[in-house]
């Protein structure tokens, strides 16, 4: 059957088909019948993105939270040419190669003593559903196969697959529409006390009163550590985690951190859940999430890290193996790309360039707070976070940021940039200086938002 969408004849190479790509490809969170605008990119250097029209677009997203080297590194674009002409992929039943022996050694160097298996998986939504299954697993193992909920903060994000969807936001999160096909879990307050503000212990009664009178049912508590991303980038006190931590094993329940988008040194820690600091020692997670930067943003890559005493309550449960084997799991391309991502962040250069990143947003997009709709101005390692008054028209936005040399894509109320943490001073004041132009105008009318355009 001839479906006629042969592409338009291109004026050169190096033209991209936009028609087509309007008319038959879906892109994240937009609708087929009233698309946002796409942009060409033909190439990226460093924190560059090169339009199909020649313009450079400086990148505030690091292709949302992913890309922490920059684009085009030498170091693991060798790595990943390397393995590419020894081995691509190859099926992990059965089979082992050393890209992820040597990963998973990183990784359990590099992460809590107590965590020392690793799964390594497709993504991070999938990270998270090998978590839960994982928690729900070891209770089997445990002999209390009641235990099968699992407990949660409201504003929290973990992904778009099913399992994942269901310890998202309940109330105001992008899955809300999914309903009762989304099994149902427990969600308490999402912490309120404000990275670097003085912590009230209260916010813990919520959550203590929930573990008291359903703990036996209760499997995990997964939340994201320090920073609640796309549930509304919220910064939150680590003191909440060292609670927590108290309270799961007061209560019998599993910890499961979400360190897809924290993960790597992002917050100026090399993981978030090292802010929670008691007696000297950073809380430890049951189970840990990490994905995003593990390769650097090169390629897809996720991994779940668990301790002994979970993988042998899951080795102890009826099925005596763990039931999850993704046919790209292992794939020994991601892992070199992976391992030469962490080669890089074990020279220890991210520490200075996340601290400086921090230090120049803290100065420069302070002015914002001033600015008639903004609600609030953040920063936190190399986060910077302008909150409108209401939500922003996105399609707008993302337009006048390109006429402004940036690629910064907003969401909801909220205008915010996590560059690579190798951009340049002048780079960076760029983006911010493009976030203050937009926030300034930015107008209210009703329930509207509109702008006065710079184009």
């Not at 994240?28 to 020649?54: N, Q």
């Not at 209770?139 to 903060?153: A, E, F, S």
């Not at 409108?388 to 940039?417: C, H, K």
Request: proline fraction near 4%; charged fraction near 15%.
């Amino acid at each position: 059957m001839n479906k006629n969408i042969n592409s338009t004849i291109a004026a050169n190479n190096s033209s991209i088909d936009f028609e087509f790509d309007k008319q038959h490809i879906w892109h994240p969170y937009t609708s087929m019948s009233h698309a946002l605008p796409a942009f060409g990119v033909i190439s990226a250097k460093e924190c560059e993105l090169t339009l199909d029209d020649g313009r450079q677009l400086v990148d505030g997203t690091s292709s949302w939270w992913a890309c922490v080297h920059g684009y085009s590194h030498p170091t693991i674009v060798n790595a990943m040419q390397e393995q590419l002409h020894k081995l691509s992929h190859v099926m992990f039943g059965g089979i082992t190669h050393q890209p992820a022996i040597e990963l998973s050694k990183k990784l359990v160097n590099m992460t809590s003593d107590n965590l020392t298996k690793v799964f390594l998986a497709d993504s991070g939504s999938i990270a998270v559903e090998v978590a839960l299954k994982m928690s729900l697993q070891y209770w089997q193992g445990r002999n209390q196969p009641q235990k099968q909920r699992i407990l949660t903060v409201k504003c929290g994000y973990h992904g778009d697959t099913f399992a994942a969807m269901s310890v998202c936001d309940p109330e105001g999160g992008m899955h809300t529409m999914f309903g009762d096909s989304v099994t149902q879990h427990e969600f308490v307050s999402a912490p309120k006390t404000q990275f670097g503000q003085p912590f009230d212990n209260s916010e813990l009664d919520e959550m203590r009163a929930k573990l008291a009178s359903q703990g036996n049912e209760i499997a995990a508590v997964i939340l994201e550590p320090v920073l609640q991303g796309a549930g509304g980038m919220r910064f939150y006190h680590p003191q909440y985690l060292v609670g927590l931590r108290q309270l799961c094993d007061e209560f019998n329940v599993l910890l499961i951190l979400d360190e897809i988008a924290t993960g790597f040194g992002r917050t100026g820690k090399l993981f978030a859940y090292e802010h929670a600091m008691h007696d000297g020692k950073a809380v430890e997670a049951d189970i840990l999430c990490l994905g995003k930067a593990l390769t650097g943003g090169y390629i897809s890559l996720a991994a779940t890290i668990c301790s002994d005493e979970v993988a042998q309550g899951i080795s102890d449960s009826p099925a005596g193996v763990f039931m999850h084997g993704p046919t790209f799991m292992g794939n020994p391309l991601a892992c070199s790309a992976a391992c030469a991502s962490l080669d890089l962040l074990s020279r220890n250069e991210w520490q200075a360039q996340v601290s400086n990143i921090e230090r120049q947003l803290q100065d420069e997009l302070a002015e914002a707070v001033e600015y008639p709709q903004v609600k609030n101005v953040r920063v936190l390692g190399a986060i910077g976070v302008i909150e409108m008054n209401s939500s922003v028209n996105t399609a707008e936005l993302q337009q006048q940021f390109v006429d402004l040399g940036v690629w910064i894509r907003p969401f909801s109320n909220l205008i915010y940039i996590m560059p690579p943490y190798v951009i340049s001073a002048e780079q960076l004041t760029k983006l911010t200086s493009a976030m203050k132009i937009m926030a300034k105008s930015i107008l209210t009318c009703g329930d509207q938002a509109e702008f006065i355009s710079h184009g």
